[in-house]
């Protein structure tokens, strides 16, 4: 699973990752290339299929539109607010991480909220200190 840390220097600096880079080939496929420059898509297609020595491989998985792209949206909203609640839980006790959750999922009162007082739900509470 791809994580924040997957993104950092030590994992990138893994040797299997040059062992894997190696025996890669990557081809670009140019209705990819089209269609994220068409305005009416900006699709941010990509697939991937493994080939094996033997000449077995897996199928072809491609996918269009991931999960963040505009036009699933409401696919990416409710894992949005489940990582965002388990990084509050993470961070917060339960019943000030509520707090903060209940805020951003009413979008009404939390353009209403100065950014004061946003900002003061976002502190540590001086005891979690």
């Known amino acids: 699973m791809l994580t924040a840390e997957s993104y950092e220097d030590t994992a990138a600096a893994d040797p299997r990752l040059d062992w894997l880079r190696e025996r890669m080939l990557v081809t670009e496929e140019p209705r990819y290339s089209a269609e994220y420059l068409d305005p009416d898509k900006r699709s941010i297609a990509n697939a991937v299929q493994v080939w094996f020595r ?3 491989h897996t199928e072809r998985a ?3 539109y991931p999960i963040g792209h505009r036009r699933r949206r409401s696919e990416a909203i409710p894992l949005l607010r489940e990582k965002l609640e388990h990084n509050l839980l993470s961070r917060f006790p339960h019943e ?3 707090q903060i959750l209940d805020l951003a999922l009413d979008h009404d009162r939390l353009l209403s909220t100065p950014v004061p007082a ?3 739900l976002l502190s540590l509470p001086t005891s979690a200190a």
Request: glycine share 8%.
């Open 54 to 56: 033997d000449g077995s």
């Open 96 to 98: 000030h991480a509520n």
């Open 62 to 64: 491609e996918v269009e």
């Open 118 to 120: 946003f900002m003061e």
